[in-house]
Structure formats: structure tokens, C-alpha cells
T-cell receptor, first 112, second 115 residues
Framework: KQEVTQIPAALSVPEGENLVLNCSFTDSAIYNLQWFRQDPGKGLTSLLLIQSSQREQTSGRLNASLDKSSGRSTLYIAASQPGDSATYLCADSGGSNYKLTFGKGTLLTVNP | DTGVSQNPRHKITKRGQNVTFRCDPI?????LYWYRQTLGQGPEFLTYFQNEAQLEKSRLLSDRFSAERPKGSFSTLEIQRTEQGDSAMYLC?????????????FGPGTRLTVL
């Protein structure tokens, strides 16, 4: 059974700090890995998708990396802002290319 | 707004009642997905459609649950004889269905509370 683990479960940082969120997955035969953001009581917003053949993707202050051999992905957020406060979820597609398996998320709080 | 929409946004019902949720995907997307999310957990896959065909159903989708996507457009998810354990956020997503780069775009969800 595919499992996705996210560490830490919660993280609180002062504004301006750089931070890293971690995601590990058990099945290395994935099509892609996605990072999402979820605000309280809301749906998910896609942040980055890394194809299995890629090692990283960047969007603005966000950089996601993928190491299939070790089953790990990281999301790096530069110069964090209070508006970045949310739950960040990673999900891998496994070998199916349609069924995402999610971690429980990391609750990020950026303090002004 | 051309994103994924879901209705209703909130539903409160009594145990034993039937409920139906609707999802309207992004118009050119061939794939449509349903997930369920409980408090403190990540979303869990329920089922997905390629156009109008339902191609996989999770074991989480008991026989009280049924999903349809007539004509490959909008989709409905019906829960019969609701139970308190059905209380959750039901999320719909859609995607183009392109290998390796198939980003799933999520709607705002329908929060179900079963009393």
C-alpha cells in the first residue's frame, strides 16, 4: 500500500525565514509528485508538479525537489510571509497516473 | 470563473437521509475525481471518471455511495442512508488526462455534517 509521510506535522516560523517541508513516499514508481496548499475549510490549490523524470520545479519563492531513489521530496519556501500560513500537502500518483495518495500535511504558521 | 465548482458548499443532514453533491469540472478536462477528507487527514481517493466512464472505485466507496458523470460533463456523488461516519469534506478535482504532467485542480469542496 502506497504511503506518504510529511514531517513536521506543524511548523511555526517568524516572517522572512526560509523553510523546508519534507515528504516521503514508499513507492518509487511514480508518474509525478504534486504539492498543494490548503487554507482552513477550503479546497486545495496546486502549487507545483514534478514529473518523475525531473529533479526540481520552481515557482516564485517556491522550489520543490524530487529524489525518487530515496523516496523523498522537499518544498522550499524562501522569505516566508504571513500569507504563506496554510496547510501544505504533498501527493504522489503512484504508478496509476490518476489516483493521488496524500500525506496528512504540514500546518505552517508564519508570524509577523 | 473557469475553475472547478461544487454545490452545495455545506450540507447538514440527519442520519438515514440521502444526499447528493454536484461537481462541475473545468470545461476541457476529461478526467474527474472524487476525494474525501476528514479532519486532520489528507484527502483520500474515492473514484474517478475518464469522460463518462467510471474507471476505478476505492474500497472506501461502499454500496451506499454512487457516482455518475452523464455525458462526460458534470458529476454527482450520492450517499444513501447517511451515517455519522460519512461526515467529511467531499472534494472534486479535474484534469486534462495527460501522462506525467497531469495536474489535478480541486474545487472548494462540500462539507457534509450528518447529525
Amino acid at each position: 500500500k502506497q504511503e506518504v509521510t510529511q514531517i513536521p506535522a506543524a511548523l511555526s516560523v517568524p516572517e522572512g525565514e526560509n523553510l523546508v517541508l519534507n515528504c516521503s513516499f514508499t513507492d518509487s514508481a511514480i508518474y509525478n509528485l504534486q504539492w498543494f496548499r490548503q487554507d482552513p475549510g477550503k479546497g486545495l490549490t496546486s502549487l507545483l508538479l514534478i514529473q518523475s523524470s525531473q529533479r526540481e520545479q520552481t515557482s516564485g519563492r517556491l522550489n520543490a525537489s524530487l529524489d525518487k531513489s530515496s523516496g523523498r521530496s522537499t518544498l522550499y519556501i524562501a522569505a516566508s510571509q504571513p500569507g504563506d500560513s496554510a496547510t501544505y500537502l504533498c501527493a504522489d500518483s503512484g504508478g496509476s497516473n490518476y489516483k493521488l495518495t496524500f500525506g496528512k500535511g504540514t500546518l505552517l504558521t508564519v508570524n509577523p | 470563473d473557469t475553475g472547478v465548482s461544487q454545490n452545495p458548499r455545506h450540507k447538514i443532514t440527519k442520519r438515514g437521509q440521502n444526499v447528493t453533491f454536484r461537481c462541475d469540472p473545468i470545461s476541457e478536462h476529461n478526467r474527474l475525481y472524487w476525494y474525501r477528507q476528514t479532519l486532520g487527514q489528507g484527502p483520500e481517493f474515492l473514484t474517478y471518471f475518464q469522460n463518462e466512464a467510471q474507471l476505478e472505485k476505492s474500497r472506501l466507496l461502499s454500496d451506499r455511495f454512487s457516482a455518475e458523470r452523464p455525458k462526460g460533463s458534470f458529476s454527482t456523488l450520492e450517499i444513501q442512508r447517511t451515517e455519522q461516519g460519512d461526515s467529511a469534506m467531499y472534494l472534486c478535482a479535474s484534469s486534462l488526462g495527460v501522462l506525467s504532467t497531469d495536474t489535478q485542480y480541486f474545487g472548494p469542496g462540500t462539507r457534509l455534517t450528518v447529525l
